[in-house]
């Protein structure tokens, strides 16, 4: 309908930037008549570029300007598919003149005729051809340029005090799942922090720790993620009868105390870890107090009591007057990431549950 603007296309593809709107005042008439003069270049149907006037303002780096755009590269690799000017056009959601002005902007930037334009066709010309290799090349390492600076905006940056209860910190599930948080988010940093029996809840609780590696169980309130499992062993004084026995059950160790923990320790906690009462009802007869594992393994040693410790504890804490010994009939240890509970999650946090999960997925979590 004469008078009426033509309805403007959308442009759905990020890559696809109209040009801005020149004023009115700086278009010439042979804009207005739809021509292809916008970048000062005689017009010329057959293809070849032909000399323009000189620009009254010159560009005071013309290798600046000859400097061809990642847009104008993806135009021409649409165009060299579809060898159509309209087709292209409507491909790349713009108008016919707009697309061969930019393609015109590129062979002045390259120097060289890309493409031979008749009145029924587009064919590429020898040139064109040629580079058309290294012009999807520089503009896939652009996008992937773009794709690795999108990540970098994403990033998840933060700090982390994680506890970590005897020797978890070294056990090879913690290692792996902090391993992989270092390579996934290198902007986050972990700040290992040891717990005795007492601190490894409270810390959580009270949020002075954002995540642990504990044993469980643990109190409702604290959510978990298991790691790995693992055998139980007991720790006999190494003069003990039953040190030589391997393996025994728990009923052999009826009587004997065993180390008990602080009243600060939670104690269904460490009733599950000493098995109270055992099977058969009896209640477990505790011995002196320690609050952390070299307490307890002090006091094996001296004769006073009996503990029980994961199996990786006869390689990570071999000790002069203690003795690890198997019982067949004693509960698996269960190793995992505790934290609490939190909307949102700090992302730092989050970061440490998708990297953790991801290495139970794949079995990387392992004793």
């Known amino acids: 309908m004469p008078g009426r603007a033509p309805l403007r296309a959308r442009h759905p593809d990020p890559w696809i930037v109209r040009p801005a709107a020149l004023p009115r005042q700086a278009r010439g008439d042979d804009e207005l008549r739809g ?11 057959g293809g070849a570029l ?41 491909r790349l959601f713009m108008t016919q003149p707009a697309l061969s002005r930019q393609i015109r902007a590129l062979e002045t930037a390259l120097g060289l005729q890309l493409v031979q334009r008749s009145s029924r066709s587009v064919e590429l010309t020898a040139a064109g051809r040629a580079l058309l290799p290294d012009v999807k090349a520089a503009a896939d390492a652009m996008a992937r340029l773009r794709g690795s600076a999108g990540l ?30 270092g390579i996934r988010h290198p902007r986050i940093t972990v700040e290992i922090r040891a717990v005795n029996f007492t601190e490894q809840i409270e810390a959580l609780m009270d ?24 055998a139980r062993l007991a720790c006999l004084p190494a003069d003990d009868p039953l040190a030589a026995r391997q393996p025994i059950t728990l009923a052999q160790l009826a009587g004997r105390p065993v180390v008990d923990v602080p009243a600060g320790a939670p104690r269904l906690w460490w009733d599950d870890w000493v098995v109270n009462p055992r099977p058969d009802g009896t209640p477990v007869r505790f011995g002196p107090v320690a ?12 004769g006073e009591a009996i503990a029980f410790l ?10 002069p007057g203690v003795a690890y010994v198997e019982v067949t009939d004693l509960p698996l240890s269960t190793a995992a990431l505790a934290w609490l509970p939190r909307n949102p999650l700090p992302p730092a946090l989050a970061a440490l549950l998708r990297t953790a999960r991801t290495v139970v997925r794949r079995g990387g979590a392992t004793a």
């Open 152 to 181: 970098h905006q994403r990033e998840v940056a933060g700090h982390l005090v994680i506890g970590a209860i005897g020797a978890e910190a070294a056990m090879p599930y913690t290692r792996t799942v902090l391993a992989e948080l």
């Open 291 to 302: 609050a952390d594992i070299e307490a307890m393994l002090l006091a094996v040693a001296r």
């Open 207 to 230: 949020g002075e720790l954002d995540a642990a590696f504990l044993r469980p169980p643990l109190p409702p309130r604290l959510h978990t993620l298991q790691l790995a499992t693992e």
């Open 35 to 45: 021509g292809d003069n916008l970048l000062g270049m005689d017009r010329d149907h």
């Open 310 to 319: 994961p199996a990786a504890a006869r390689q990570l804490y071999p000790r």
């Open 50 to 90: 032909g000399p323009s006037s000189p620009d009254p303002n010159p560009d005071p780096d013309p290798d600046a300007r000859r400097e061809p755009t990642t847009h104008q590269l993806r135009l021409f690799l649409v165009l060299a598919e579809e060898l159509h000017f309209g087709r292209a056009a409507a």
